[in-house]
């Protein structure tokens, strides 16, 4: 039944006109989905889940829409099989507190979508959002993001601890404007921010057709990026740093314990720098890490793209 409901809800945000109104739900619904996933008990994550629709007019809007159709289901273009299975869909909903819900009680735009929501879970929103996925039904780029993460997560490519954390604060990248001056495409690098640098260091995965995203929000694990490669989930560590100030093997500990205990395929440690002769040493203990140094980093800059093997 959560099957019958998600795919008839996929349909109507299929129908929905506007290209960015149909992100902005997309979008919506893989929020609703991390706050699903949470370790929180049930009446918590209504609470969450009651403001999150409250404080989303487009995605009310939506719902709005979707009442009225669930409302006059017998009326409606809703496929058969939805018809059939609507009733008793409901009377599943309203066992979750919905206590006036029922087929001929559905007027709310903000109760509803949170029972559904509760109902639906985890699996059931991923069933609503896994169509966008192909072809370029997605135009927003950090939406087409969370959906790539989403997706990986749900076909445990990835654990979800790491896809919480490369969701937090999510961007898409963006490049900056650099010399082709080898001298000077140095200096450019040094000259951007921390925040810059990562960014443009995650473009230039993008550059080379791998998704790409980098994470702003300090975390436990202090990851900067990930991009999503042919042979599974790359996690990045930037370190803007001067020549003289190279990155030692304290600093490679973090992105080798993330690749051996979360579910990461590779790991790149990007300096503006260089490594000690230790870092190196630790780094060949595990042939999923490469390190990047300012010499590769601008081989990448002048290729225009990140030169992975």
């Given amino acids: 039944m959560s099957k019958v409901l998600s795919n008839a809800i996929s349909h109507a945000i299929e129908n929905i006109p506007e290209q960015t109104d149909r992100d902005t739900i997309i979008h919506w619904f893989l929020e609703s989905r991390q706050i699903l996933g949470s370790d929180k008990p049930k009446k918590w994550q209504a609470k969450d889940l009651y403001f999150h629709v409250d404080s989303k007019a487009v995605a009310g809007g939506f719902w709005n829409s979707t009442v009225a159709t669930f409302s006059n ?18 009377a599943t909903v309203k066992a979750f507190g919905g206590k006036t819900i029922g087929a001929s009680a559905l007027k709310g735009a903000t109760s509803l979508p949170v029972l559904f929501l509760l109902f639906l879970g985890v699996e059931g929103v991923t069933t609503i959002v896994e169509p966008f996925s192909k072809g370029d039904k997605v135009k927003d780029p950090v939406t087409k993001l969370l959906l790539t993460l989403a997706l990986l997560e749900s076909e445990q490519k990835i654990s979800k601890e790491l896809a919480d954390v490369m969701c937090d604060r999510l961007v898409a990248p963006c490049k900056a404007d650099l010399s082709d001056d080898a001298a000077q495409m140095q200096a450019d690098l040094l000259a951007l921010s921390p925040s810059e640098f990562e960014s443009h260091v995650m473009a230039l995965f993008a550059a080379a057709g791998h998704p790409s995203g980098a994470t702003q929000a300090s975390n436990d694990w202090s990851l900067d990026g990930w991009a999503k490669l042919p042979s599974g989930m790359a996690v990045v560590q930037c370190k803007h740093d001067t020549p003289d100030n190279q990155a030692d093997s304290a600093d490679i500990e973090q992105i080798k314990r ?52």
């Avoid at 289901?73 to 409901?90: D, G, Q, R, W």
């Avoid at 190196?280 to 225009?304: I, P, Y």
Wanted: aromatic share 8%; with cysteine.
């Fill in 258 to 309: 993330i690749l051996e205990e979360q579910k990461a395929s590779h790991g790149y440690f990007i300096t503006t720098s260089s490594f000690t002769e230790q870092a190196k040493e630790q780094a060949q203990l595990n042939s999923a890490l490469t390190l990047v140094d300012m010499n590769t980093l601008c081989e990448w800059q002048k290729a225009g793209k990140a030169c992975i093997a």
């Fill in 73 to 90: 289901y017998k009326k409606s273009k809703l496929p058969f099989a939805v018809k059939l299975a609507l009733p008793a869909i409901l």
